[in-house]
């Protein structure tokens, strides 16, 4: 392998001598031309001149060659002097420039390959983390309220009603983080099914503010659509996009934290499709923590009271739904000012709907 390597030619040195040998020759044709012997201008000296020239070019390409695999060998050795030795080892001590490219393209794929092997890990013990966390809140509070119920507390009406309510109410968080968690794992692993039908996206907000109609009144906030015209029809389906429209509006309820705290949902007909916005005036989100916020289990404030029952997968099932559609969703927000989430879905033209044909 190292003899046919030795007898490939070196365009680089073949080259380099080519022209030293083109500015010689081209030196002594002016000589030729200007010099007034006939010597010069015989047979015989233009074939020594072309031997000579010949003997040149070999002689340099020798020359050259060796002078750059002396630096080359330089170079490469000083490299793999600060290579790992499990890159570099002790039979490689004749690399070339290309076997030592492909050694350094197979230290930067392993050291990609770990990166991203500690990436899932560390991924990996922070979704562990959070399920535990997630699920042991809602357990130890109904552990707490057999407990007491045991201890006496069921001879008493009052504290046995309140109490079962209360276990009702975990068994019922447990439930829905449960239910979140298989939702989103079919949504990562591309098992979605969607059901497109033609709806009005303003008659489903306000679907929605009736639904969590009492949760806005308990919280002081008002809930308000603002749109172009009536009626716009989409094309989606219904009941994910009503999901996403209960997750993005019931958070900005919960983080409402302010006096005249207010919703203000917005549509909007674009060319292809229908501009939505869900915007509110509350405590905003920081910087640093905008990236993260359609993450599994991320919440904007860690020591947030938890009584809400929320999964803490709200905005990752949002996430998922509008992509599974071919959409995106982006967030603009001022920390102590408000959010502001945006997303479009495929417009619907009337004619869509299935109208009932006429009775005959």
């Known amino acids: 392998m190292r003899f046919r390597n030795s007898l490939k030619i070196n365009w680089l040195s073949a080259g380099a001598s080519l022209l030293l040998v083109a ?4 030196v002594v044709l002016l000589f030729e031309v200007y010099t007034d012997d006939i010597y010069f201008k015989t047979r015989n000296f233009n074939y020594f001149l072309i031997l000579t020239l010949c003997f040149l070019f070999i002689l340099n390409y020798f020359v050259l060659e060796f002078l750059f695999s002396f630096y080359s060998k330089n170079q490469i050795r000083r490299i793999t002097n600060i290579l790992p ?30 990166d991203m092997m500690k990436e899932m890990e560390d991924y990996r013990k922070e979704y562990i983390g959070n399920v535990s966390h997630e699920l042991k809140t809602p357990l130890f509070s109904i552990q707490g309220y057999i407990e007491t119920l045991r201890d006496g507390g069921v001879e008493d009406l009052n504290i046995r009603d309140k109490y079962l309510q209360r276990i009702d109410n975990s068994v019922e968080r447990l439930l829905n983080i449960v239910k979140d968690l298989d939702m ?5 692993s591309g098992q979605i099914n969607l059901k497109y039908t033609t709806f009005d996206i303003n008659h489903l907000i306000q679907e929605v503010f009736d639904l969590l109609d009492l949760e806005a009144e308990r919280e002081s906030m008002t809930m308000q659509l603002q749109t172009t015209q009536s009626q716009l029809f989409v094309f989606a389906d219904k009941q994910k996009i009503s999901q996403v429209l209960i997750n993005l509006i019931s958070n900005a309820v919960k983080y409402a934290n302010r006096e005249e705290a207010q919703i203000i949902v917005s549509t909007r007909e674009g060319t292809k499709s229908i501009h ?11 910087p640093e923590n905008l990236p993260r916020i359609f993450e599994r289990f991320y919440r904007v404030e860690s020591s947030r009271n938890r009584k809400d029952g929320g999964s803490g997968l709200g905005l990752a099932i949002v996430k998922h739904i509008l992509e599974a559609h071919k959409q995106t969703i982006n967030v603009e927000s001022v920390y102590l000012s408000g959010t ?14 299935k109208k009932p044909k006429p009775i005959l």
């Open 184 to 188: 989103i794992n079919r949504f990562e």
């Open 85 to 114: 030795e499990d890159i570099i080892h002790d039979y490689d001590t004749d690399l070339s420039f290309k076997e030592l490219g492909e050694k350094m393209h197979e230290m930067n794929q392993r050291n990609a390959e770990m």
């Open 23 to 26: 500015v010689v020759g081209f």
């Open 340 to 353: 502001k989430f945006k997303f479009k879905l495929e417009k619907s033209s009337i004619d869509k709907i």
């Open 276 to 286: 939505i916005s869900v915007e509110d005036n509350g405590m905003g989100i920081k």
